[in-house]
């Protein structure tokens, strides 16, 4: 099969297998759970083997990338968006991964969802994750990039909020989704901009390639998009200060938590930077800047991570330190240690989420191996500080390192003051009563609400 | 380039509802009036329908009817015309029974007639008279008002509403007045004072209709105590925004573009006016207004690009803004209607349990609304970034935080009636009925197919827009000439 098939394929295989199970549930009809999982997996088994086999198309060519451009989504004069996908030694690994992750998750998700009366939409919202994050991973161009990560960031609030019965999914689902909306602005403002500047966002033409060596995105064109580029990697990867979200997200099921916040969501902000590379290699304040976040969050995430009492927001902070040091690793351009470090962490991350149910049992299998004798980790290099710096970060660390209070008291809760504000002026103008409360603002369960309980 | 129509398809269009209307209002049972309004107005949506394929077979010609020139169809109106009729027919079909009267259904049919009569209008008469009878259900007419009601809409809404057809018609008497003919067809260039007080004028009925600041609280006042889903319809005619591009644009090109930057400020402060008063409402009806009018106010920021690709983007954003805001205000009355005072969506009331497929159809409309992916929006609010962001970076910065904001408030919106714990008027709610499932499918269809593949949907926005945009070049350039 030619590279061009085999790369479609890789999209529509899981993206069509949704849209049907969506058609079908909106014409009425009720699927078993067995031919659901059965056939996602079978789904993700087939997108493993398409990886295979353009793995093997790319060693036995021996180019530096297979590309296929299936011609313009839509135009508009002189503007067009090209649909192209793209395979290279940085996005097959994460393509493995994506594939062999979805598959081990929906096999485990067959059981751990059984009759759960949200087990068709959980399959349906992996589906939909499985097409984002490949077409995210395969796009040949910053524009079709967006596509899938918008696709990854939709489904990921959906899954945050799958327990939709609960107030507290819902409110954390929001938080999430404000997060990454904000965030998401430099992504879209950043790839606009390449449009602006070199006509273009298509890999092929923005980054060096045998043709031309180099970028044509250099000086502050290349460090103002790579800067707004940063700001979304930053936000998928939950980096300090907008790390906020990701305890928040283990509100949804183990396996979502999984592959999400443990495999392939968080990241896919790295990836973005990696794919990104050459524009940040161009600006040294770019690439000062991702090591300083990188180090502060590594920092941040092994600090709180340290004070948290259960297990998956546990993890969520290690996976927020790993996130740090693959950053710093992509800011010292050490990019294939970066590829290297993201496949091992998602594996390694992807194994203890699935397990963070049946810790308390494997950790009784280990104590009794042990013979009773397991010692603690970690409290040596917590020993080298003086007392009083100890409960000062001990502190720190309970609140999280005050990130949320900082962004509420700072930038959620002035705007909404304001729009108070403006909304009393308007009911005095027109002669309306004020709809908006009076009551005092503060910050709870991620949204902020008034003193009466009611969420703004 | 023009062509004719040897039936007269825009007449039909706008005749048959106009029809129908007058008999719908007389009759007394509810089941026939309402077989009779859909009837009537799938034949006028299958009219500009066959209209609308002229087109599409001639996109760069202009057509008009053989028996009389009171009507016309190009790339620009095309799409407009057979949209605004299938929302009609959409929301015909999906008016919850609840408060549904057959005057209720004249009404929409009038509508359907009055704002056909608008986009196909070829004369500036014309028009006048089809913006006035738009406006008619909701300042004299009482079609839409209930028993108890004594206005269709509050005082104040009506008081705007019926300044912006003052200064319309002024606008209009001016142009005509300064014109050698009453046709849409001549272009006038050169600064004179009366071509200039036209424009503002003109301008003037734009930012009272289409709810710019300060006249954004009509909408929202309206939303709040009026009929959800006639003031859907005539919010989505986006006359405003039509007014603009068909007359404005092409009539008064030089006065335009000296005056754009202001109007394009003003549509973008109402932009983030309104997303930031919608972060702190909650009042449904209202955060709903407020995300409407912010997202609209797009339109006309991408038509004052002077860009194809702008103008393009704000064309497709029009029926991306006219397919969801409908589509979620028919499954919003449908739940005020299933739960009457126990709808009160100031939390979380976890309506999803018993109505996944409302919620879903709500969902997508949220989605597509703010420009997500898998949704007609995503093209739209892509176009319209590239459009203003080539022109004017402040403005093409401001509007990806203002859709964030919008985004926020939107899917809120929905977490809050259909998410969390359900209230217990919700434990025997019915989900979607076939005859909401098949109208909302199809707007889903629109959204999402048009999402998938939009070319089909953008082929004619973009002829028109390169049209609007080249007239625009052609002024910058006779303005640069010594």
Known sequence: MNESLLLALLIVLPSGWCAVLGASWMLGARWPERPVARITTACYAAVLLIVAALWWQLFASGKAQLYALYGNWFEVGHYHFPIALWADY????????????????????????????GFFRFFVLLNLFGSGILLFFAAGSFDLMIGGWEIVGVTSILLIAFFQHRDDPVTSALRVFATYRACDVGLLVGVVLMHIFVGTSEFAEVLPNNIAPHTPLVGNA??????????????????????????????????????????????????????????????????????????????????????????????????????????????????????????????????????????????HRLHAAAAGHLSETGKHFEKLLPPNIQHWLYRLALDRGHHDNFLDRLVIAPVVRLARKLQRIEAKLIGEKANASRAPLTAKAGLIQNAEGADV | MFNSFVIPWLSLSVLIPLVAAFFVGKLNDLPRARRASVAALAMSLVTTLIANFAVARHPEAKFTEALWQCFAIDALNAIPLTLFAALCLGVAILAPKHNLTPSWLAGVLWLCATTTAAYAANHLIVFALAWAGSLAPFLVMRFFASANNERTIPAFAQRVLWLSLICLCIGAGLLIYAAPDWSLAFVRTGESSLLFTAFGFLMAAVILRKGLFPAHSWVVTAFEHGPLLPLVLLVNDHLGAFLVARIVLPLLPDVA??????????????????????????????????????????????????????????????QVVSVATTMMAAVYAGLEARLGAAFQA??????????????????????????????????????????????????????????????????????????????????????????????????FLFLVLGGLFPSALIKLPAIAAERLAGKAAHVVQSLRLP
């Open chain 1, 90 to 117: 940085l996005s097959l690994p994460l393509l493995t991964l994506s594939a062999l992750l979805t598959l081990i998750v929906s096999v485990f998700s067959r059981t751990y969802i059984h009759r759960d009366a």
């Open chain 2, 257 to 318: 573009h000296s005056a754009w930057p202001f109007f394009s400020a003003l549509s973008l402060f109402t932009a983030v006016y309104a997303a930031v008063l919608a972060l702190a409402e909650r009042q449904p009806r209202r955060v709903f207004a407020l995300v409407a009018i912010s997202q609209s106010a797009f339109v006309l920021t991408g038509l004052e690009s002077n860009t194809a690709v702008g103008i393009a983007g704000a064309l497709v954003l029009w």
């Open chain 1, 222 to 363: 290349a460090t103002i998009v790579a800067f707004l580029l940063l700001l979304a990697a930053m936000g998928k990867a939950a980096q300090v200060p907008f790390s906020g979200w990701l305890p928040r997200a283990m509100e949804g099921p183990t396996p979502s938590s999984a592959i999400f916040y443990g495999a392939l969501s968080v990241h896919a902000g790295a990836y973005l930077l990696l794919r990104a590379q050459p524009l940040i290699e161009s600006s040294l304040l770019v690439a000062e800047a991702i090591i300083a976040i990188g180090l502060l969050t590594a920092i941040h995430g092994t600090l709180v991570g340290r004070t948290c009492a259960d297990a998956k927001t546990g993890l969520a902070y290690a996976t927020m330190t790993q996130l740090g040091i693959i950053f710093v690793e992509i800011g010292f351009g050490l990019t294939r240690m970066a590829i290297w470090h993201i496949v091992g962490h998602a594996l390694l991350r992807t194994m203890q989420f699935l397990r963070a149910p049946s810790l308390l049992h494997d950790h």
């Open chain 2, 346 to 443: 100031d939390k979380f009331m976890g309506l999803a349990l018993n109505a996944p497929r409302l919620a879903v159809f709500f969902a997508v409309g949220c989605l597509a609304l703010v420009g997500l992916p898998l949704t007609l929006g995503f093209p739209a609010e892509d176009l319209l970034l590239q459009g203003t962001l080539a022109t004017n970076p402040y403005l093409g910065v401001i509007l990806p935080i203002v859709t964030a904001m919008n985004a926020f408030s939107a899917v809120r919106l929905f977490a809050r009636i259909f998410l969390g714990k359900p209230v217990a008027a919700a434990h025997d709610l019915a989900d979607a009925l076939p005859r909401e499932r098949w109208a909302l499918t199809t707007a």
